[in-house]
């Protein structure tokens, strides 16, 4: 049984460019949760989405970012024309229901922005 | 949220107990008290969770005082693979998202 898998590991792309993370959560979880980590810092909230639901995007910037989970294939975090600041570990986890339940993290994408 | 304070770092020995404590004396009665880790390099790993009983499993023993002001992640014989930052983390029941604190270091020495 896979855990939750992103790709690619680690994504350079220059100042201006669109990034694309992927997040293929553990079989059979419907909850996809993304976080990113700033360098030297700790994990912070983006947003939490449900099969072809966004259900809490508080702790998304309110520009150039955006995430979906379709009803099939991985859940996708977009970051359009990307700037330095954005350089960071981008994880994402998955739960299979909202009660109380140990989330499972992927290994994160590290964006690097040049 | 409710926050938690955890020492920013903590130091013990190769196969020795290590006891991680947690402050959280605005816990409501809702809230779980979740613990995750960090290893260099990887995103989060689930380590344990509870509510108001003290809780075990393969990894690690979870203690939690009777007012559940504060609580202990207890690992009984620490390895180098160990070495990681440890989030205590307060979750109200039903909630939808973790928020990470700082954590605690915790360096394993051989």
């Known amino acids: 049984n896979a855990g939750v898998m992103q790709n690619p590991r680690h994504l350079v792309r220059r100042r201006g460019q669109e990034a694309r993370l992927r997040c293929s959560p553990v079989?059979?979880?419907?909850?996809v949760y993304w976080y990113r980590q700033l360098p030297e810092e700790g994990l912070k909230f983006m947003v939490y989405l449900q099969k072809e639901n966004i259900i809490d995007e508080s702790g998304m910037p309110k520009e150039r970012f955006s995430a979906e989970f379709p009803k099939e294939g991985p859940s996708i975090l977009r970051i359009q024309q990307v700037v330095r600041g954005d350089s960071a570990a981008y994880f994402c986890?998955?739960?299979?229901?909202?009660?109380?339940?140990?989330?499972?993290f992927g290994s994160g994408t590290r964006l690097t922005v040049v | 949220d409710a926050k938690t304070t955890q020492p920013n770092s903590m130091e013990s020995n190769e196969e020795e107990p290590v006891h991680l404590p947690c402050n959280h004396s605005?816990?409501?009665?809702?809230?779980?008290i979740h613990w995750y880790r960090q290893l260099p390099s990887q995103g989060p790993e689930y380590v344990i969770h509870g509510l108001t009983s003290n809780v075990n499993n393969r990894m690690a023993s979870l203690a939690i005082a009777e007012d559940r002001k504060s609580s202990t992640l207890i690992l009984h014989r620490a390895t180098l693979r160990d070495a990681a930052v440890y989030y205590c983390i307060l979750k109200e029941e039903g909630a939808q998202k973790l928020v990470f604190g700082q954590g605690t270091r915790l360096t394993i020495n051989p």
């Open positions: 986890a998955s739960s299979p229901y909202r009660e109380n339940y140990g989330y499972t």
């Open positions: 079989k059979g979880h419907s909850h």
């Open positions: 605005t816990i409501s009665g809702t809230d779980y």
